[in-house]
């Protein structure tokens, strides 16, 4: 096969949902499919459990377990899918948001029962920043649901963003009967039980009398009519919609009884994108050039302090990457060559000899890496696509050792390399700010500089709403601005300016006082 086609054929993608929703039941389906695993509850074992919240060394354990099934490749009908895990505990959901970066193209799956809740709001924001298509899967039809129309007036609503249904459920709960697939036009009939990979039974016209032989005729009447309204308020799927993320398309269905995934993973080979082209600060890269380049977009640290190595995963944009070239690790300016690259294929890592675009790559890092980075053949590239995110909680972090101060911050900078959590640097009293999503991080990073370093830390409370990204054309203003709240400036680990709001109300009066200045949550926009 050649490259171009290699490139074709690829799937890279996440699947995100709100914890519960049932992503990793999804996942797991999608597995099966591909016969990548051969059992149900072989992707579940590596779930962070939810009775773990607030035992972090159990959830790190149960995270380094889950390094095997970071990425779920496998072959279906010729396609070439790459699964991304995205972590499901809210306290990791910077990591969850840096590898949608590598995605291009994600699942949202959401329960017909709650709908969209608050988790499935965020990361559609993330989504919405980088143009992702997405695909919605409205999961559990085999309990008692919302109404599918409020539900998809709800995703309208809540998401932002267009809707079309290319599969219809019939009924709900105990009165669930099946799936109607507009896409494909023909009806599967829902058999309870729980089968591994139902058939179906297809019916191609609706308004044939065999319709009813499987659904009463009240409910063969109320899916004709229902999909009469759908034709109406739906125009048919236009795929270039989709893939600029104006349009996401809709299928129903039941990921613990494996019904309605069918539909969706046909669908989804058929118009999910392949590798995209990828903006860096210089330039478009195409994933079909010759020259291989590709990003940092996860570093995984054993949590063995034996065996402190780590694993830096790489997405390959363009060429091919092969093992034992030298390339170049352009942040250092060094050529690097990588003896032993892994790709994770079923439920198996392994060595391999190249990767394409789409592809991701595990490489063995000693440090050197940050999330970010970018390798290349010897072009100065930077990809762009992977920015920060503002933390929701932050603390002041003391060093408890004077012994062991130069410990303590290559500890610092190591776990944030790794984006573990943020750090910022307050310029008016030059004290280190740790930036975090969940309160967790802060136990994980006091027990990792401990047991990693050698060092220990002590955290000190600090009262603070957001950190705010500054943009402007007013270049005055903000000098004027930095010198006013100088209390509240920090640099951020890439020095630039940050302002640190103590209240939604303080960001408000400030956005109202300095009219040229943007606030942003994210350090690209
Ligand atoms: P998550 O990764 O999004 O957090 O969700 P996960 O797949 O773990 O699913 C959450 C719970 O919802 C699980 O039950 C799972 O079995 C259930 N579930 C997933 N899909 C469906 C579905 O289509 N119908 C129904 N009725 N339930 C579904 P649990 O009791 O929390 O876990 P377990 O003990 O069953 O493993």
Not at 219 to 248: C, F, K, W
Not at 356 to 373: E, M, R, S
Not at 398 to 412: F, R, T, V, Y
Request: hydrophobic share 40%; glycine share 6%.
């Amino acid at each position: 096969m050649g490259f171009k086609e290699e490139i074709l054929r690829r799937r890279t993608f996440g699947i995100v949902s709100h914890p519960d929703a049932g992503k990793t039941t999804l996942t797991e389906k999608l597995l099966l499919f591909g016969g990548a695993i051969h059992i149900a509850g072989a992707v579940k074992s590596n779930k962070i459990k939810k009775t773990a919240t607030s035992d972090f060394m159990e959830i790190e354990r149960q995270r380094g377990i889950s390094v095997a099934t970071s990425v779920m490749g496998f072959e279906y009908n010729g396609v070439k899918i790459n699964i991304l895990d995205t972590p499901g505990h809210q306290d990791f959901a910077e990591d969850t948001f840096r590898t949608l970066t590598a995605c291009d193209s994600v699942i949202i799956v959401i329960d017909s029962a709650k709908g969209v809740e608050s988790q499935t709001r965020k990361l559609m924001q993330v989504c919405r920043m980088r143009k992702t298509p997405v695909m919605v899967f409205i999961n559990k039809l085999d309990r008692p649901a919302q109404d599918p129309f409020d539900l998809l007036d709800e995703i309208e609503k809540e998401l932002e963003i267009k809707v079309n249904p290319l599969s219809w459920p019939i009924g709900s709960g105990d009165m669930f009967r099946g799936v109607y697939n507009i896409y494909k036009e023909s009806l599967f009939l829902f058999q309870s039980g729980g089968q591994e990979l139902p058939e179906g039974i297809e019916i191609k016209n609706l308004n044939s009398p065999e319709l009813t032989e499987f659904i009463n005729s009240k409910e063969a009447d109320s899916l004709r009519e229902q999909l009469e309204l759908i034709r109406g308020v739906y125009p048919a799927l236009n795929r270039r919609e989709y893939l600029d993320a104006t349009v996401a398309p809709v299928f129903f269905g039941s990921a613990l009884n494996n019904f309605g995934i069918k539909e969706l993973l046909d669908c989804f080979i058929d118009i999910a994108p392949s590798p995209l082209p990828r903006e860096t600060e210089e330039r478009t890269v195409m994933p079909d050039e010759d020259k291989f380049t590709g990003f940092v977009f996860k570093i995984h640290a054993n949590m063995d302090p034996n065996h402190r190595d780590r694993i830096a995963f790489v997405k390959v944009c363009s060429g091919i990457f092969k093992r034992n070239v030298n390339y170049l690790h352009v942040r250092s300016g060094k050529m690097q060559k990588f003896s032993t690259p892994t790709a994770f294929m079923a439920s198996k890592k392994s060595i391999i000899d190249e990767a394409y675009p789409g592809d991701i790559v595990g490489l063995h890092d000693t440090g050197t890496f940050k999330i970010g980075d970018t390798l290349t053949e010897g072009e100065k590239l930077h990809f762009k696509g992977i920015p920060s995110f503002s933390p929701e909680l932050f603390k002041y972090i003391e060093n408890a050792d004077p012994m062991k101060s130069k410990q303590l911050a290559k500890g610092i900078d190591q776990l944030m390399d790794e984006g573990v959590a943020q750090l910022f640097i307050n310029q008016f009293n030059g004290r280190k700010i740790i930036g975090t999503v969940g309160a967790l991080q802060f136990e994980v990073i006091e027990y990792r500089l401990l047991h990693e370093y050698g060092a220990a830390c002590r955290w000190e409370a600090i009262n603070l709403y957001k950190a705010c990204w500054i943009d402007t054309t007013d270049s005055k203003e903000l000098e004027d601005f930095k010198k006013h709240k100088s209390q509240y400036m920090a640099k951020d680990k890439h020095g630039r300016d940050v302002f640190l709001a103590d209240s939604p109300y303080i960001l408000q009066m400030a956005q109202e006082n300095y009219k040229h200045l943007i606030f942003h949550f994210t350090s690209e926009f």
